[in-house]
């Protein structure tokens, strides 16, 4: 009996691939899309693997658009979704001084709201066949306060504990729940998220580092069908875990920040670029000037 999947976002990056890569694995996979008609590349990518995608038009910050996608997608499976990847998601660039909180919660409606809206449409479901399994693609953000992307951090932050909470919650009803936090991957959304407010004329140097943190991950970023097949390990093995840190600086990151303490954390942060990025360096083992 084929597993059936919903990739949301999948039209891009992570969920693209993760679309594909399923499909290819055997899963019948449904890919949320805003458009189908800008599709042409899913569609395009999904023929040279040899897979099918069933492509179904659907806005994750929108209540009623995830109620009639999913509709559409449970009435062609008879209600039955095994696997739901929560991956549609957005940037966010900005101080927490010039970030309004309309933005904020633009930001928070996609990247944690979105999610809920889709769960809650298949939670039901498995609660009742006793099984499944949700993926929850945070970001290696939901670990760490980086500079200049205050509504990007706090959605990503927020989609952590919610995430912890739910895998506590549905456990018992069989419910996996996998958080998988990438890095620097491939993805249309480092060229869409090119926003520098600088209202205030104060934070030049903290919007400097954000991007050169960028600059250099994009010239080291992973292939989202790494984050993929992470995924499809995530749902599939014998011996599950909570969090998956995959792509580009996601475990350096994580296990760097995890090592020092919130005083040296916030130290970091004092002096000029070059102190900033030598103190990366010493603490990551990442090299921001290395930019390809």
């Known amino acids: 009996m084929t597993t059936i999947s919903v990739v949301t976002g999948a039209n891009s ?31 395009a990518m999904a023929e040279t693997a040899g897979v099918e995608v069933q492509l179904v038009e659907l806005d994750v910050s929108d209540d009623e658009s995830v109620r009639q996608g999913f509709a559409e997608i449970l ?24 970030a309004s909180p309309a933005l904020h919660l633009e930001v928070m409606n996609v990247n944690l709201c979105g999610a809920v809206r889709c769960l809650q449409q298949v939670l039901p479901g498995m609660r009742a066949r006793g099984r499944g399994a949700v993926v929850n693609v945070t970001s290696v953000v939901g670990r760490i306060g ?5 509504p990007y951090v706090t959605s990503k932050w927020a989609f952590e504990g919610f ?18 936090e990438p890095g620097v991957t491939k993805s249309a959304i480092f060229a869409k998220n090119i926003d520098m407010p600088n ?27 790494e984050v993929a097949a992470v995924i499809h390990h995530a749902v599939t093995t014998d011996t599950p875990v909570l969090r998956y840190a995959v792509s580009w600086a996601a475990k350096e990151i994580i296990d760097g920040r995890a090592a020092i303490t919130d005083e040296e954390w916030v130290a970091l942060g004092l002096g000029s670029d070059d102190d ?16 390809g």
């Open 13 to 43: 990056g992570i969920g693209r691939a993760t679309a594909i890569h399923l499909a290819a694995q055997g899963h019948t996979v449904y890919g949320t899309v805003r458009s189908t008609t800008k599709a042409a590349k899913l569609q």
């Open 75 to 98: 009435a062609a499976t008879d209600g039955v979704v095994d696997v739901l990847v929560n991956n549609a998601g957005v940037g966010g660039n900005a101080t927490a001084e010039e």
């Open 146 to 150: 980086a500079l200049a992307q205050s």
């Open 163 to 180: 995430s912890e909470e739910l895998a506590q919650e549905v456990a018992p009803f069989g419910i996996r729940v996998a958080i998988v």
């Open 199 to 225: 209202l205030t004329g104060a934070y030049d140097a903290q919007y400097r580092r954000m991007f050169q943190m960028y600059a250099a991950g994009m010239a080291h970023a992973t292939d989202p069908f």
């Open 276 to 291: 900033y990025y030598d103190g990366f360096q010493r603490v990551f083992g990442l090299d921001l000037r290395d930019a």
